[in-house]
T-cell receptor, first 115, second 115 residues
Framework: SQTIHQWPATLVQPVGSPLSLECTVE??????LYWYRQAAGRGLQLLFY??????ISSEVPQNLSASRPQDRQFILSSKKLLLSDSGFYLC??????????????FGPGTRLTVL | AQSVTQLGSHVSVSEGALVLLRCNYS??????LFWYVQYPNQGLQLLLK??????LVKGINGFEAEFKKSETSFHLTKPSAHMSDAAEYFC?????????????FGAGTRLAVHP
């Protein structure tokens, strides 16, 4: 069966520090991968998605970037964190060639607090 | 463009009472609709989804939702609330464009269940 991991579970970082969040998927190949952010009291906002190694699409301009160095690894990064980057970050995967009906499966999330 | 509106950011019910969480969507193409549940500090778990066919969809934990095209709605119901149902619920519609499957989420409804 497929599983999705996110690391770390929680993170407290000062403003201006770098960031690296990792997401890994097991039990599947060539998944579509997604990064979402959930700000306090708000819904989920899609940040990035990827359909293959090195293929990243950004949904909104922001202080963050994403990379996919391996087929089942998706990394969210920042060079300098802002207060507004605080939130709950969720990684998700969907089967290769996902159509509209395919479910996205979510990881446990990373709680980021920027002070 | 697709969008989702969830009416009521907070809903409170008594244990054993009917649960009704409202979701309305906007879509220029036949929608594929999802309900996800999020327990505190966890990722999202799929409750149910509507693609085609039967408009009444049954999901996990006794939840069901009915797709009503004429009302552009996909409300989530459960006949009898349980304390363990306390969580945040998200309605989502698929936006499939450019070969990618993206989920557009509503802002979420937090369900409280009291004795």
């Amino acid at each position: 069966s497929q599983t999705i991991h996110q690391w770390p579970a929680t993170l407290v970082q000062p403003v201006g520090s770098p960031l690296s969040l990792e997401c890994t998927v097991e039990g599947t190949s060539n998944p579509n991968l997604y990064w979402y952010r959930q700000a306090a009291g708000r819904g989920l906002q899609l940040l990035f998605y990827s359909v293959g190694i090195g293929q990243i699409s950004s949904e909104v301009p922001q202080n963050l970037s994403a990379s996919r160095p391996q087929d089942r690894q998706f990394i969210l990064s920042s060079k300098k964190l802002l207060l507004s980057d605080s939130g709950f970050y969720l990684c998700a995967w969907a089967p290769l060639g996902s159509g509209s009906t395919d479910t996205q499966y979510f990881g446990p999330g990373t709680r980021l607090t920027v002070l | 463009a697709q969008s989702v509106t969830q009416l009521g950011s907070h809903v409170s019910v008594s244990e054993g009472a009917l649960v009704l969480l409202r979701c309305n969507y906007s879509s220029s193409v036949p929608p594929y609709l999802f309900w996800y549940v999020q327990y505190p500090n966890q990722g999202l778990q799929l409750l149910l989804k509507y693609t085609t066919g039967a408009t009444l969809v049954k999901g996990i934990n006794g939840f069901e939702a009915e797709f009503k095209k004429s009302e552009t709605s996909f409300h989530l119901t459960k006949p009898s609330a349980h304390m363990s149902d306390a969580a945040e619920y998200f309605c989502a519609v698929t936006n499939f464009s450019g070969g990618y499957n993206k989920l557009i989420f509503g802002a979420g409804t937090r369900l409280a269940v009291h004795p």
